[in-house]
Each structure stands twice: as structure tokens, then as C-alpha cells.
């Protein structure tokens, strides 16, 4: 199982970027998806999460800006970023609570993806 993650790049203040993370490999279902970002030389922060069926949580510090949405057939996680602060700064990483085979049993694993930078300039 991988978790894929693309769209970080640069953006000017008040700009907006879309970042997507998507399964792959030998997965049954998945639970629980999200991002979490770290920004330089701070601890990794919970951005947004989402549940299955549809419910979010969202970090106060984006509220209003962020939305996270997910696609189950495409095993896919979205983060769309809106009036973007130089805050914001960081990588972020998404993460998923994944279903899958393995060696014959039925598990669950949470699963990371790369990282994808974002950095805002102000």
C-alpha cells in the first residue's frame, strides 16, 4: 500500500493550491483520511480530517480556508487551500487509516504519504 501526495508548490499570499493524496496497492477500504503539516523547526500538526462517510475536523487555525474533501472510488484525499498566509509555510503530509490483505488476514494500518511542500510568500 502507498499513499501518493502532489500539489504543494509556491503561492503568494492570499493565493490558493489544492493538494490530493491517493491509495494504492492492496487496499480493502479505507477509514479515516487527512492531512497533517509540519512547518520548520515546529511539531507536526493535525490540518484536517475526514471520516468515511463525510464528517471533518479542521484545525482553528484554518477554519474558514480549508476544505477537505475525499473520493472513495478514487481512494482519494483533497485539501483545498484558500487565502493562503505565509503561515502556512510547512510540508504537509496526508495520512490514511487503510483496510488491506495481508498474508491472508485482514487488517488496519495508518499509512503515510511523502510530503508535498507548500510555501507561501508574503
Known amino acids: 500500500v502507498q499513499l501518493q501526495a502532489s500539489g504543494g508548490g509556491l503561492v503568494q499570499a492570499g493565493g490558493s493550491l489544492r493538494l490530493s493524496c491517493a491509495a494504492s496497492g492492496s487496499v480493502i477500504s479505507i477509514n479515516d483520511m487527512g492531512w497533517y503539516r509540519q512547518a520548520p523547526g515546529k511539531q507536526r500538526e493535525l490540518v484536517a480530517g475526514i471520516t468515511r462517510g463525510g464528517s471533518t475536523n479542521y484545525a482553528d487555525s484554518v477554519k474558514g480556508r480549508f476544505t477537505i474533501s475525499r473520493d472513495n472510488a478514487k481512494r482519494t484525499v483533497y485539501l483545498d487551500m484558500s487565502s493562503l498566509k505565509f503561515e502556512d509555510t510547512a510540508v504537509y503530509y496526508c495520512?490514511?487509516?487503510?483496510?488491506?490483505?495481508?498474508?491472508?488476514?485482514?487488517?488496519?494500518?495508518?499509512?503515510w504519504g511523502q510530503g508535498t511542500q507548500v510555501t507561501v510568500s508574503s
Open positions: 495520512y490514511a487509516d487503510i483496510f488491506r490483505l495481508h498474508l491472508g488476514t485482514a487488517r488496519t494500518d495508518v499509512y
